[in-house]
C-alpha cells in the first residue's frame, strides 16, 4: 500500500529537476551559433549610453521568473481584449522591453524561430550584470515562451514584508534564506520610487513618526527628495537603494543596512532579522563571496518552472503569442 504513494512522492521531486536538467549551456550551438554574441553586442551598446539597463534587466528577469516561471510571459503587450502582466501594479516600473526587441529583430533575421525571448531575458541579464561590475557565470538556455500572460497571477513580495514574510514567496519557489538575501543583492543597483517607502519617513506603522530603525540623515536626505505628500507614479520621486555604487552590482547594499541605511523596509530588515543579520555580514565583509553566491542564485532562479522541450513556443515577436496554425 505504501509503494504508490512513495512512488508518486519521488516523481513529483524528480519531475521539476528533469525539466530543469533539460536546460544546458551553448543550447543554440548548432542552431544559432551568434546568439548569445548577438545579445551580448546589444546590452553592450545600450550600456554605454545608460549603465542603469543592469538595474532593468535584472528586475524584468525576477518578475518575469516569479510569476508563472521564466517564460517570457512578463514580455506581453496588452490589448483592448486581453490585459497582460504589464498591467498588474507590481510591473509597472519595470522597464527594458526595447532592448529585449531589439535583440529579437536581430536573432530572427539570424536564425529564425530559434531563440526564445525567455532565453534573451536571461542571457541579457548576465551580459548587464557583468558590464556592471558582477561576476561571469554560463548561462543554461533551452527555455520556451510561455502562452499566459495574467495580471491576475502577478503576486509579488511588497518590500515592506518582514524577513520571514518575504522568505514564504522565495521557498515557494524552491529557494533558502541565504539564497534570498543574495538575490535581494541585487538592489546594489537600481531605484525606487518614493511611493514605495515613504511611509517610513513621516508615519511608519501609523506612528506618526519615521522608522526608527532608520539612518537620521538618511530620513532627512529622503524628505528632501519625496516629501511629504504621495503622487501618481509617473511624477513619483525616485531614489537609489545603493547609497554609494548605484550602478555597481557588488556588496555595497549589505554595507549600508549594517549602518541602517536601507531605503527598503526589506532590505533593512535583512540586517536586523536575527536570521538573516549572520547573511548579510558576511556578505559585507566578503565581496567575493556574494558575487559566488549571487551568480549561482541568478542561475537557479532561471530555472524557476521553465518551460522545455515542446512546451509553449518559440514566439516571433516578444511582445505578442504566435497565432495558432490551423490545421
Same mark, same amino acid.
Given at each position: 500500500?505504501?509503494?504508490?504513494?512513495?512512488?508518486?512522492?519521488?516523481?513529483?521531486?524528480?519531475?521539476?529537476?528533469?525539466?530543469?536538467?533539460?536546460?544546458?549551456?551553448? +543550447?543554440?550551438?548548432?542552431?544559432?551559433?551568434?546568439?548569445?554574441?548577438?545579445?551580448? =553586442?546589444?546590452?553592450?551598446?545600450?550600456f554605454k549610453i545608460d549603465p542603469?539597463?543592469?538595474?532593468?534587466?535584472?528586475?524584468? $528577469?525576477? $518578475?518575469?521568473?516569479?510569476?508563472?516561471?521564466?517564460?517570457?510571459?512578463?514580455?506581453?503587450?496588452?490589448?483592448? !481584449? @486581453?490585459?497582460?502582466e504589464k498591467d498588474a501594479g507590481?510591473?509597472?516600473?519595470?522597464?527594458?522591453?526595447?532592448?529585449?526587441?531589439?535583440?529579437? !529583430?536581430?536573432?530572427?533575421?539570424?536564425?529564425?524561430?530559434?531563440?526564445?525571448?525567455?532565453?534573451?531575458?536571461?542571457?541579457?541579464?548576465?551580459?548587464?550584470?557583468?558590464?556592471?561590475?558582477?561576476?561571469?557565470?554560463?548561462?543554461?538556455?533551452? !527555455?520556451?515562451?510561455?502562452?499566459?500572460?495574467?495580471?491576475?497571477?502577478?503576486?509579488?513580495?511588497?518590500?515592506?514584508?518582514?524577513?520571514?514574510?518575504?522568505?514564504?514567496? +522565495?521557498?515557494?519557489?524552491? +529557494?533558502?534564506? @541565504?539564497?534570498?538575501?543574495?538575490?535581494?543583492?541585487?538592489?546594489?543597483?537600481?531605484?525606487?520610487?518614493?511611493?514605495f517607502f515613504q511611509d517610513r519617513?513621516?508615519?511608519?506603522?501609523?506612528?506618526?513618526?519615521?522608522?526608527?530603525?532608520?539612518?537620521?540623515?538618511?530620513?532627512?536626505?529622503? &524628505?528632501?527628495?519625496?516629501?511629504?505628500?504621495?503622487?501618481?507614479?509617473?511624477?513619483?520621486?525616485?531614489?537609489? &537603494?545603493?547609497?554609494?555604487?548605484?550602478?555597481?552590482?557588488?556588496? =555595497?547594499?549589505? /554595507?549600508?543596512?549594517?549602518?541602517?541605511?536601507?531605503?527598503?523596509?526589506?532590505?533593512?530588515?535583512?540586517?536586523?532579522?536575527?536570521?538573516?543579520?549572520?547573511?548579510?555580514?558576511?556578505?559585507?565583509?566578503?565581496?567575493?563571496?556574494?558575487?559566488?553566491? +549571487?551568480? @549561482?542564485?541568478?542561475? @537557479?532562479?532561471?530555472?524557476?518552472?521553465?518551460?522545455?522541450?515542446?512546451?509553449?513556443?518559440?514566439?516571433?515577436?516578444?511582445?505578442?503569442?504566435?497565432? /495558432?496554425?490551423?490545421?
Amino acid at each position: 500500500m505504501m509503494k504508490l504513494p512513495l512512488l508518486l512522492f519521488l516523481c513529483l521531486i524528480l519531475l521539476p529537476l528533469s525539466v530543469t536538467a533539460q536546460l544546458r549551456v551553448g +543550447f543554440y550551438k548548432s542552431t544559432c551559433p551568434r546568439a548569445e554574441l548577438i545579445v551580448r =553586442q546589444a546590452i553592450h551598446n545600450r550600456f554605454k549610453i545608460d549603465p542603469s539597463i543592469a538595474a532593468a534587466l535584472l528586475r524584468m $528577469h525576477f $518578475h518575469d521568473c516569479f510569476v508563472t516561471g521564466c517564460d517570457a510571459s512578463i514580455l506581453i503587450d496588452s490589448t483592448p !481584449r @486581453k490585459p497582460s502582466e504589464k498591467d498588474a501594479g507590481p510591473s509597472l516600473g519595470v522597464r527594458g522591453y526595447d532592448i529585449i526587441d531589439e535583440a529579437k !529583430r536581430t536573432l530572427e533575421a539570424t536564425c529564425p524561430g530559434t531563440v526564445s525571448c525567455a532565453d534573451i531575458i536571461t542571457l541579457a541579464t548576465r551580459e548587464a550584470v557583468v558590464l556592471a561590475g558582477g561576476p561571469s557565470y554560463s548561462v543554461p538556455t533551452g !527555455r520556451r515562451d510561455g502562452r499566459i500572460s495574467d495580471p491576475s497571477l502577478v503576486d509579488l513580495p511588497d518590500p515592506s514584508l518582514s524577513v520571514p514574510e518575504t522568505l514564504t514567496f +522565495f521557498a515557494s519557489k524552491g +529557494f533558502t534564506l @541565504k539564497e534570498m538575501v543574495t538575490l535581494l543583492g541585487a538592489h546594489t543597483v537600481g531605484v525606487a520610487h518614493c511611493g514605495f517607502f515613504q511611509d517610513r519617513l513621516t508615519n511608519f506603522q501609523g506612528t506618526g513618526r519615521p522608522d526608527p530603525t532608520m539612518d537620521r540623515a538618511l530620513v532627512s536626505k529622503l &524628505l528632501r527628495i519625496c516629501g511629504t505628500q504621495p503622487r501618481s507614479f509617473d511624477k513619483d520621486p525616485t531614489m537609489f &537603494l545603493d547609497q554609494n555604487t548605484s550602478f555597481v552590482v557588488d556588496n =555595497q547594499i549589505y /554595507k549600508q543596512v549594517i549602518l541602517r541605511k536601507g531605503v527598503l523596509q526589506i532590505d533593512q530588515e535583512l540586517a536586523l532579522d536575527r536570521s538573516s543579520a549572520p547573511i548579510v555580514s558576511m556578505f559585507a565583509s566578503n565581496g567575493r563571496a556574494f558575487e559566488q553566491s +549571487f551568480a @549561482k542564485a541568478v542561475v @537557479k532562479m532561471g530555472g524557476v518552472e521553465v518551460l522545455v522541450g515542446k512546451a509553449g513556443e518559440i514566439r516571433t515577436n516578444c511582445r505578442v503569442f504566435n497565432k /495558432k496554425k490551423h490545421i
